[in-house]
């Protein structure tokens, strides 16, 4: 079993909908969880980050953490076009940085 | 601007013969890592370096070399490239050890690797 499991998709979704994402974890040393964006042929880049359970807003996205569960989501409003990427969660509690496996999320105009 | 750099982007090659791709990072960061990418199988570290001349192993490290001479100089050495090596490379650099917080990790372009 992964350390990370995330859902590949991919996830298509029309114009304005809200989208979640999700990881589940085994690790329950983990302590800081990000969510890293990767558009075709770049880079990942951070998009958000959160430190143990709670949730965090930035703009049209917010990241949840369930700590309890093992659980994190990152919801997306009001999709655009420009959302369509693959979404990351990254969890750390050690020098080395977890990733999932990604999910391709397809935002249709 | 502030960024990590890596050469070259594309390489086809073939099995045995001695690659090395580079990076380089232009924001003084301490802690640098890279990172092979496969369908299914997500980002999966290879090497990570905490500091200059300290470097370790991450989940995947078999086949692969690294080197940390400069802080801003983190190469990939693959001595005998095999074909289960094929994949996208990631170099990431920040500050300091990856994850905490607000300790952004910037990675590079990536680097498309193919061995036949």
């Known amino acids: 079993q992964k350390e990370v499991e995330q859902d590949p998709g991919p996830l298509s979704v029309p114009e304005g909908a809200i989208v979640s994402l999700n990881c589940t974890y085994s690790?329950?040393?983990?302590?800081?969880f990000m969510w890293y964006r990767q558009y075709s042929r770049k880079g990942p880049e951070l998009l958000m980050y959160t430190y143990s359970s709670g949730n965090k807003e930035d703009g049209r996205f917010t990241a949840q953490v369930d700590k309890s569960s093992k659980y994190i989501s990152l919801f997306i409003r009001d999709s655009q076009p420009s959302d369509s990427a693959t979404y990351l969660c990254?969890?750390?509690?050690?020098?080395?940085?977890?990733f999932g496996g990604g999910t391709r999320l397809m935002v249709k105009p | 601007e502030a960024q990590v750099t890596q050469n070259p982007r594309y390489l086809i090659t073939v099995t045995g013969k001695k690659l090395t791709v580079t990076c380089s990072q232009n924001?003084?960061?301490?802690?640098m890592s890279w990172y092979r990418q496969d369908p299914g199988l997500g980002l999966r570290q290879i090497y990570y370096s905490m500091n200059v001349e300290v470097t370790d192993k991450g989940d995947v490290p078999e086949g692969y070399k690294v080197s940390r001479k400069e802080k801003r100089n983190f190469p990939l050495i693959l001595e005998s490239p095999s074909p289960n090596q094929t994949s996208l490379y990631f170099c990431?650099?920040?500050?300091?050890?990856?994850?905490?917080?607000?300790?952004?990790?910037?990675f590079g372009p990536g680097t498309r690797l193919t061995v036949l």
């Open positions: 990431a650099s920040s500050r300091s050890q990856t994850g905490s917080g607000t300790d952004t990790q910037y």
């Open positions: 690790n329950s040393a983990f302590q800081y």
């Open positions: 924001m003084n960061h301490e802690y």
């Open positions: 990254a969890m750390s509690g050690s020098p080395m940085l977890t």
